[in-house]
């Protein structure tokens, strides 16, 4: 069974362009999580979905955006990037919205900002 | 502000000694979960604890959910160069049922052979 995928593995971008991250869950996963992970830090909570619908959204401003598509992958959007938006970011994805369903985490996108 | 803190930060250990790590929360948590992320890798799921006062073992690991359901622990007896990485806990605010899952900032441990 596949795991999460992340495409890109890598992103370079300058300051004030746009990026684009995309995730695909494990087959049957209908919740995918994105997290920011900065060097040396740990997973700050950016976005979930479920079903097509955001759940619940972390302490972000409104750039860091994202979507679901009908077959469960999931694409993040930051815009106008900054240079502390260099980061790991991690997708995630788990077996419906309950509460206790443990998440399967890719191999992450590691984004720089020039 | 961050919920859920870790105690240490950091954690060096001679191979073969015991450590514990320490999850609190502010508030009362539904489940908590462990993970593990190994230098240059993804983190990846250990356990998940669910009751009060509630005691999970993996091999030389043991897991401890809180009586109170606001603190747990990781304590890892006989360490491993192969326990070297960052431990993470997880949780879930009780009221919240969209609630997303609150990550701990993390322990990383170091192991000296």
């Known amino acids: 069974e596949a795991g999460v995928t992340q495409s890109p593995t890598h992103l370079i971008k300058t300051r004030g362009q746009q990026a684009t991250l995309r995730c695909s869950p494990i087959?049957?996963?209908?919740?995918v999580y994105w997290y920011q992970q900065a060097l040396g830090l740990g997973l700050q909570f950016l976005l979930w979905?479920?079903?097509?619908?955001?759940?619940n959204r972390g302490n972000f401003p409104p750039r860091f955006s994202g979507r679901q598509f009908p077959n469960y992958s999931s694409e993040l959007n930051v815009n106008a990037l900054e240079l502390e938006d260099s980061a790991l970011y991690l997708c995630?994805?788990?077996?419906?919205?309950?509460?206790?369903?443990?998440?399967?985490f890719g191999p992450g996108t590691r984004l720089t900002v020039l | 502000g961050q919920q859920v803190m870790q105690i240490p930060q950091y954690q060096h250990v001679q191979e073969g000694e015991d450590f514990t790590t320490y999850c609190n929360s502010s508030?009362?948590?539904?489940?908590i979960q462990w993970y593990k992320q190994r230098p240059g890798g993804h983190p990846v799921f250990l356990i998940q604890?669910?009751?009060?006062?509630e005691v999970k073992k993996q091999k030389r690991l043991t897991f401890q959910f809180g009586e109170a359901k606001k603190n747990s622990s990781l304590h890892i007896t006989a360490t491993q160069t192969t326990d070297v990485g960052t431990y993470f806990c997880?949780?879930?605010?009780?009221?919240?049922?969209?609630?997303?899952?609150?990550f701990g900032a993390g322990t990383q441990v170091v192991v000296t052979p």
């Open positions: 979905y479920d079903e097509g619908e955001e759940r």
């Open positions: 508030t009362t948590l539904s489940n």
């Open positions: 604890l669910v009751k009060s006062g």
């Open positions: 087959s049957g996963h209908t919740s």
């Open positions: 997880a949780g879930r605010v009780t009221t919240d049922s969209w609630g997303k899952l609150q």
């Open positions: 995630a994805s788990s077996l419906g919205t309950g509460g206790h369903n443990e998440q399967f």
